[in-house]
């Protein structure tokens, strides 16, 4: 039986995902886990901050009718700069609202459990991060944008964490 794992990393101006499916029984063998989708769902910088979360909750939604996951994963709330704090906040709020109101189960991993469980190395730096996902997932190159190969981590990490 597969099991079918979205990835966020959650963001105002851009939200990661990652969609995985993935042997229910977790396998140390790289590339058992297959990737469907990977991207961002963005919005209009400087447009108002409603607008911006508008779009996050529609996309969203739209994006878990497609994929259907069995559970989702989600990178907690981890800032060096106060100045995003609160707008990301509000954004991983939206998707914790779309998560809830679609009855899904959902995991959450800090940037430092999803490090360890990947790497082996809680602080590990973003290059060792996107070779450890290019290789899990027996890819020939690091996803792109940052934000897709991040959500990418977390779904991993929840499959790896089970």
């Known amino acids: 039986m597969a099991l079918t794992i979205l990835g966020l990393d959650p ?3 851009r939200l ?22 990977f991207g961002t769902i963005e919005t209009l910088a400087g447009g108002e901050i409603g607008d ?5 909750y529609s996309d969203l ?10 559970l989702v994963a989600i990178e907690k709330l981890f800032f060096y ?3 995003n704090t609160i707008a990301v906040a509000q954004a991983r709020g939206i ?7 679609a009855g ?7 940037p430092a459990q999803i490090k360890q469980a990947l790497t082996g190395y809680g602080n590990a730096k973003k290059p060792e991060m ?4 290019a290789r899990e997932l027996a890819l020939e190159q690091v996803p792109q944008p940052d934000d897709a190969a991040d959500a990418l981590a977390v779904a991993l990490t929840a499959w790896l964490q089970q």
Do not use: K, N, W
């Open 81 to 83: 700069r106060m100045g």
């Open 104 to 110: 899904l189960p959902y995991v959450e991993f800090t």
């Open 11 to 13: 963001g105002l101006a």
């Open 61 to 70: 939604q739209e994006l878990i009718r497609e994929v259907r996951p069995d």
């Open 16 to 37: 990661g995902f990652g969609h995985i499916i993935c042997p229910a029984e977790r396998s140390s063998v790289p590339g058992v886990v297959q990737v469907v989708d």
């Open 52 to 56: 911006r979360l508008a779009t996050i």
């Open 130 to 133: 996107q070779a450890a996902v």
């Open 95 to 101: 998707v914790l609202l779309v998560i809830a109101q």
